[in-house]
Structures are given as structure tokens and as C-alpha cells.
């Protein structure tokens, strides 16, 4: 078979081309896929391929980043250590290949003895006599081929890595019992000059912090080996940023089941402690859910799922890659009820997508896995909120039923199901109750953005504005480029009267707004500054031709509406959204601009098509706007039905 194999895009093949013939001629042999002879599988040649080769050379184009075939052959080579990555048109690698030394082709003439082609054939030489030494290893290390047929078959794009400088080096070796929530802190490594030694400590420091002390996943220090995975790492300069490199490794079997690269600025006094809380965060969502399996897993499929979290809890803008994250888990451990639930969890946002032909089949599936993982483990609370997350949008006493089995059955290492609590009385219009789960899930996450914005806004709607301030006010010091914490201040100035700080706020070239948007709040702010008639009806014809469009109508718009008094097209525009993103976006109704719009007849024909006055009449637990000295007609309704 070959010893080079060759990973590029269909649309680079003539300039791939010569690059083969080049290498031919300096007696290396070949593998491209133009070489599969006729009627073999073309997975399983690949795949036969790939695991002859000495080195994988992978082409990086503005083409062959958007490849999944490209991308899944780049990681093979990647965790079996083979990996010769080149660029031909100076295209940056894709995230996850970024910490690899790239040659530079792009100025290449396409001569074979041209002096370009120099360091590509040392590489390969390097990597072949490497991979030569290591052969006993890659042997002991391999996936069984069952494994790696489901990794090529079963997935879309990024089948074993995906997210932003993460590896996986997956070992088939199964763990001697069932996970132990525990951590020993290995320390971190300077490994290039020009750190200061004392981020060493400082890392050890910030990493014990985010894991805390009251928490199922607890870490150990000391040199402590009872525990059966080790936090390591190291921190490098790259020249311009600094990379802190996090790992975690299998004490049992000596497998590295995670590692994640963070850049950050050489002068970012704030790194270690944001690299802290978005490192141990995945690794407790990872460690937590794979301690409730009573088997021994695998560090492949802890690998996997860990994979999944760090989709999950890093924000990746891809709903779809998520859901594949989770495939790969449930096909891997179909009888891990974590597995389960994280396919369930990933199904909800596609399931409420407006206009896309495969939100039906999407819920159904994540319905049907989120049964299964109950069946498996009735205390996975995680089931449950998925469940209540995949319910039609007008069944809100199902999901507050669910959603409070989900509290009742386990705490997760998360507070996750307090903050899903919460998100759910806001959405019905109980803000003051939902203070108390948010603070109850920060308590869990102390400084998670998003635990901490979710907290602010309950406080702000509360009428709690000091507390919310305060809140803010600390998660900057940790988060200070955090854009959802600027945004909650803008939408809080169009609550508080404070115009010109909004106008600040959305002045920074830090908040990434589409421009349209950014000049329509502008505006706003203009013309709530200046009262004057002109100024508000232009400002909301702005925002309405934003609402007007999906992809543009968000919270912020119809809250800057509401504060125009712009009913006519708020109350059509909060419509629309909750419509397009699902039952969480109600909470718009209750943005305290909205207090006027109440009374007004399409408020509660809205409330009332939405299934929320419907619940509220069954319930009898009135939302807040249905305090003061004026009360709408649905307040009065519903408190009648339950006499």
C-alpha cells in the first residue's frame, strides 16, 4: 500500500496532480483516490488507505476547508500522528489544525525540483521515520474497525474533530470500572521562552477555582493518584498570543481523551482564569454524565462525548454539528443514557426552526431519544428537560411538569436544570420566581457568562436593578469582551431611560452588530432621547423591516419596539419570533416596555393563540404583569376560573 497518502478537495485535483507526480519521482508511492479501483467501497478503500499510510499529507484550499472528507482524513492522520498539512492559495487550516506548522506551497510553480517541494519532502520523511518507531504503539492504539467504519458512515462533516484546537486520541482499551467523578490536577508546563514562570500557579490556582468545592467532579492535588483522570497541560508563546494547551488523560490506560487549544493575547491579564472556566466546564459536563454509567467505558467513548460537551458548552453557532456530536455518542454507547439525552438536548433548537423541512423528523428523533434515555436511567434529569424542550410550543403546563421532574430527580453538575427553570418562568412572565433558580444555577457555575447574564436580566425585570448592576459589574472583570453581557446593557437602557449609555454601548466596535441593525438602534436611542414624533415613527419603520425578516428579528428589536411604543409592530414581531425560535423567545412579552401594551386588545389575542393565557387559566399562577392597579382582562379571567 502507500506510504503517503494524499487528502485534498475534488476541485484542486489538477494542481494535486503534480504535487503526486512530484513525490512519485522522489520514491515516495502515492495514495490518492483516483487510484480506487473499480467496484471497491469508497469508504473502505479510504479507510484501508489510511491506515497503510506513513503520513497523511492533507492539501489545505479555500476548497478543501469546507470539505468533511478532507477535515475526517486530516484528523485521522492527526491523532495517529502522521499529519503533513500544506496550503496551495494561503487558505488558513480550519479550526482543530491551526497548531500545526503549515508548509506554503501557494508560491509553487509546480517544477518537481523546485526548492518549495524541499521542506514538504523532509517532512514526509520525518513523519514516515516517526511513524516507523511508533508502529507497535499505533497498533495498541487503533480503533477497531468496526468503530472506524461507523466514524466514516455514520456522520456529516467533522467526524472526529470539529471544534476549534481539539484532538482526540481515541484508544479502544476499556476503562477496569465504572468512572469516578475525580480529577487530580497535574499541573501545567511552560514549554517556550518568553512566559512568565508564574502562570504556572496561576493556572494550578484558577483551575482548582472553577472546579470548586461543592460539586460531584472533584479534583485532587497533592500528586494525588486516586483519582482516575489527570488535568494537565501546558502554555506556549506562539510569537503573537499565547496558547494554553489543556489535557485529559486516562490514569488506567494511559489515553489522552482530551486536549483543547485557547489562544489568547500576550497581554490578556484575564486568560488564565477565562481558559480555567471554559477548560473545566466541558470537563465536568464530561466526567459527571460518564460517572452515572454503571459499565466501563472506553476512552473512545469518553472521548466522544467529551467531544459533545465541548460542542455543547463552547457556543458552537452549528446547531446541526452538535446533533452529530451527540449521533456519534448514542451510536458508539447506545446503552449510555448521557448519550441519549445529549442527542435529545441537541434535537430541541432544530425542532422549533422555522421553515426547515426536517425540524418534524428532528423532534421525532430527539422525542424517541429522549424516552430512551429515562428507560436507562430514570434519574437523568437531562431527559427530562429535553423532553419538555421538544413539547409543541403552546404545552406549558407538560414542560413546567417536566421541567420540575428534572429538579426532583438529580442535581446536575451544571445547575443546568435551575437555569432551564428559570428560563421557562420567564418565558410565562414569573420573573421574580425565576430569580431564585438562576441564582440557585449560578451558584453551580459562578462564572459562566451566561449563568451570570440570565441572572442580571431576571434581577433587571424584577425591578432589582442595583443587584443586576452589581452582577454585571463582576462578570466583566472576568469577561470583559463578553458581548451577550453588552447586549443585555443595551436592551437594559432602553428599560432604565438611560439613552446615552445605550448610545455608548452600541457605538464600540466591540459589539458585533449587522450594521442595519446597529444604525436602527441607534436611532431608537435618538429618537427616545429627543421625543420627538418624526424621529420615533422613522426609527420604527426601521426596526420593522428588520423584524420583518427572520434571519435579522431578535430580541433586542422588538424590545427597542416596545420602548417606541411601536405596538402595531412589536406585538407582530414578538409573534413571529417566538414562532421561529420556540417557546423560550416569549419572554419578550414581558420586556418592561411592554407594560402599556397589555391592556391592548392584540396582547391578549397573542397571549391567549401562544396557549399562555389558556395556562395561566388552568394553573392559576398569574404572571407578573398582572399585579398593579392596572389588570388586563385575561388577569381577571383566569383568577376567576379558579375560584
Known amino acids: 500500500m502507500a506510504s503517503v497518502f494524499l487528502s485534498y478537495a475534488r476541485q484542486d485535483a489538477a494542481r494535486v496532480r503534480s504535487i503526486a507526480a512530484a513525490l512519485e519521482r522522489a520514491d515516495h508511492t502515492v495514495w490518492w483516490d483516483e487510484q480506487i479501483p473499480g467496484g471497491d467501497q469508497y469508504a473502505d478503500a479510504i479507510e484501508r488507505a489510511l491506515e497503510a499510510a506513513d503520513t497523511v499529507v492533507v492539501v489545505w484550499t ?36 491551526r497548531q500545526f ?86 499541573g ?41 483522570f489527570v488535568l494537565d497541560g501546558s502554555i506556549q508563546n506562539t510569537g503573537g498570543a499565547l496558547r ?18 485557547f489562544e489568547r493575547a ?16 466541558v470537563v465536568r459536563c464530561g466526567i459527571w454524565g460518564a460517572s452515572a454509567y454503571k459499565k466501563p467505558m472506553s476512552d473512545e467513548g469518553l472521548s466522544l462525548y467529551i467531544d459533545w460537551c465541548n460542542e455543547y458548552w463552547g457556543g458552537s453557532p452549528d446547531e446541526d454539528r452538535i446533533l452529530d456530536a451527540a449521533r456519534r455518542v448514542s451510536s458508539a454507547l447506545p446503552n449510555f443514557s448521557f448519550a441519549w439525552s445529549a442527542l435529545a438536548l441537541s434535537a430541541v433548537p432544530i425542532s422549533h426552526r ?46 413546567e411538569r417536566l421541567l420540575q421532574k428534572a429538579i426532583s430527580v438529580r442535581p446536575t453538575e451544571c445547575g443546568c436544570e435551575r437555569q432551564t427553570y428559570g428560563d421557562f418562568l420567564t418565558a410565562i412572565g414569573r420573573n421574580e420566581e425565576s430569580v431564585d433558580q438562576y441564582d440557585r444555577a449560578r451558584a453551580m457555575m459562578p462564572l459562566a457568562p451566561m449563568s451570570n447574564v440570565r441572572l442580571a436580566q431576571a434581577l433587571l425585570l424584577a425591578g432589582r436593578a442595583d443587584e443586576a448592576n452589581e452582577v454585571l459589574s463582576n462578570m466583566l472583570q472576568v469577561w470583559p469582551d463578553a458581548e451577550i453581557v453588552r447586549l443585555l446593557q443595551v436592551k437594559s437602557a432602553l428599560w432604565t431611560g438611560h439613552y446615552d449609555e445605550g448610545v455608548r454601548l452600541l457605538q464600540a466596535p466591540e459589539l458585533h452588530l449587522v ?93 391567549e393563540r401562544l396557549g399562555l393565557a389558556p395556562y395561566w387559566r388552568s394553573s392559576g399562577r398569574l404572571p407578573d404583569i398582572c399585579r398593579g392597579s392596572t389588570i388586563p382582562s385575561f388577569c381577571t379571567s383566569a383568577g376567576k376560573e379558579q375560584q
Open 62 to 97: 479555500a476548497a478543501s476547508v469546507k470539505s468533511a472528507w478532507v477535515r475526517d482524513e486530516a484528523a485521522a492522520g492527526r491523532d495517529r500522528h502522521r499529519l503533513v498539512p500544506i496550503m496551495l492559495d494561503g487558505t488558513q487550516p480550519p479550526l482543530g489544525f
Open 101 to 186: 506548522q503549515t508548509i506554503d506551497l501557494s508560491k509553487w510553480g509546480g517544477g518537481a525540483g523546485a526548492k518549495d517541494l524541499d521542506q514538504l519532502k523532509q517532512a514526509i520523511a520525518a513523519r514516515a521515520h516517526d511513524s516507523g518507531e511508533r508502529g507497535a504503539e499505533r497498533h495498541a492504539a487503533s480503533v477497531p474497525a468496526a468503530s472506524r467504519q461507523r466514524l466514516w458512515l455514520g456522520v456529516g462533516a467533522g467526524v472526529l474533530m470539529a471544534a476549534a484546537g481539539v484532538g482526540f486520541y481515541v484508544f479502544s482499551g476499556p476503562a477496569s470500572a465504572a468512572i469516578a467523578p475525580k480529577v487530580a490536577l497535574g
Open 188 to 228: 501545567f508546563s511552560v514549554i517556550s521562552a518568553g512566559v512568565p514562570r508564574q502562570l504556572q500557579q496561576t493556572m494550578n490556582a484558577e483551575i482548582l477555582s472553577a472546579f470548586g468545592t461543592e460539586h460531584e467532579v472533584s479534583v485532587l492535588t497533592g500528586g494525588n493518584r486516586d483519582a482516575p
Open 244 to 261: 494554553f494547551t489543556v489535557n485529559l488523560r486516562n490514569l488506567r490506560t494511559g489515553g489522552l481523551v482530551w486536549s483543547h487549544s
Open 266 to 281: 500576550l497581554e490578556d491579564s484575564l486568560a488564565p482564569r477565562q481558559v480555567a472556566v471554559a477548560a473545566t466546564q
Open 354 to 399: 422555522a421553515g426547515y423541512s426536517e425540524a418534524a423528523t428532528i423532534g421525532r428523533e430527539g422525542w424517541a431519544a429522549a424516552e430512551k434515555s429515562i428507560r436507562l436511567d430514570a434519574k437523568n434529569p437531562e431527559g427530562y428537560m429535553a423532553k419538555a424542550g421538544l413539547l409543541p410550543s403552546s404545552k406549558f403546563t407538560e414542560r
Open 515 to 607: 450594521e442595519a441593525e446597529r444604525q436602527a438602534l441607534l436611532h431608537t436611542f435618538e429618537a427616545l432621547r429627543s421625543k420627538s414624533d418624526t424621529a420615533r415613527d422613522d426609527a420604527v419603520r426601521e426596526l420593522h423591516s428588520l423584524a420583518l425578516d427572520a434571519r435579522r428579528n431578535d430580541r433586542l428589536i422588538v424590545a427597542a419596539l416596545a420602548a417606541l411604543k411601536g405596538y402595531n409592530a412589536a406585538l407582530p414581531a414578538a409573534d413571529s419570533l417566538i414562532r421561529a425560535r420556540g417557546p423560550a423567545l416569549a419572554d419578550v412579552l414581558f420586556d418592561p416596555n411592554f407594560a402599556a401594551a397589555k391592556l391592548e386588545p392584540g396582547y391578549a389575542l397573542l397571549v
